[in-house]
């Protein structure tokens, strides 16, 4: 019930953080990442997921945007919104330095990770 609660208010957030459609929305990739993390990690896990995704954003021009939350009962159910200009800046982004970096830093930290690719329906903001 809880993953379903956080996949609708991140379906709602992809509607805030897209403004407009046009045909190069549709080359976008959507993707929502579920994480479970270790609770006596959580600390170490957040930071590292914090140094990542501020270098993907500096560093990549394909990586758009990337949105976490955690769970507000169960802080260890983290769920990320990342969005990127299309497949191959997914594939670009996964081999950079710092997602390997991440990668190695949390791999003791995740107990699981569930990966969802989504498109958008619709998009609207103020």
């Not at 990442?33 to 500096?58: G, R």
């Not at 081999?95 to 958008?120: A, G, I, N, Q």
């Amino acid at each position: 019930m809880k993953q379903m609660i956080l996949s609708t208010l991140f379906l709602g957030l992809l509607i805030l953080i897209n403004t407009h459609s046009n045909a190069q929305d549709k080359n976008k990739m959507y993707r929502i990442a579920k994480i479970k993390v270790d609770a006596s990690q959580l600390d170490k896990y957040t930071f590292a997921l914090k140094e990542q995704m501020n270098a993907a954003i500096k560093l990549e021009s394909g990586v758009l945007s990337y949105t976490a939350v955690a769970d507000k009962k169960d802080p260890t159910l983290i769920t990320i919104l990342e969005v990127y200009a299309n497949l191959d800046a997914y594939q670009s982004h996964i081999l950079t330095p710092h997602f390997k970096k991440y990668k190695e830093t949390v791999k003791d930290m995740v107990l699981s990770l569930e990966l969802t690719d989504v498109d958008l329906v619709s998009a609207a903001t103020k």
